[in-house]
């Protein structure tokens, strides 16, 4: 079993940034993939960001590439994910989620693979 917990939402101005990070527990946390999704109101949850360690990548849905960074530190068992330029479309509830094993770069977006999931953390955006 993992246990997944995250911090570090909050209300941010369009423009702004926000670190969220996940903290991994459990006797399997080292033997994970890990990823970060967000849902907002009356919407599906959505892949974010994911990594995995087979080539140690990552890889980014597109309407967040080159303004969100996924990295983790192993030592810590954390999750981090940096939000730069932040827009009002990324308000949403953000998730941190673990897949048991390793992702490939075909799945790590593939929402049914993620068996563990943390309580989430809002992200607010202002305009």
């Known amino acids: 079993q993992v246990q997944l917990v995250e911090s570090g939402g909050g209300l941010v101005q369009a423009g702004g940034s926000l670190r969220l990070s996940c903290v991994a527990s459990?006797?399997?946390?080292?033997?994970?993939?890990m990823a970060w999704f967000r849902q907002s109101p009356g919407k599906e949850r959505d892949f974010v960001a994911g990594h995995t360690r087979l080539r140690d990548t990552s890889f980014y849905s597109d309407s967040v590439k080159g303004r969100f960074t996924i990295s983790k530190d192993n030592a810590k068992s954390t999750l981090y994910l940096q939000m730069d330029n932040l827009t009002p479309d990324d308000t949403a509830m953000y998730y941190c989620a673990a897949a048991p094993g390793a992702v490939t770069s075909q799945s790590v977006g593939v929402r049914r693979l993620y068996n563990y999931w943390g309580q989430g953390t809002q992200v607010t955006v202002s305009s």
């Open positions: 459990g006797r399997t946390r080292n033997n994970i993939s």
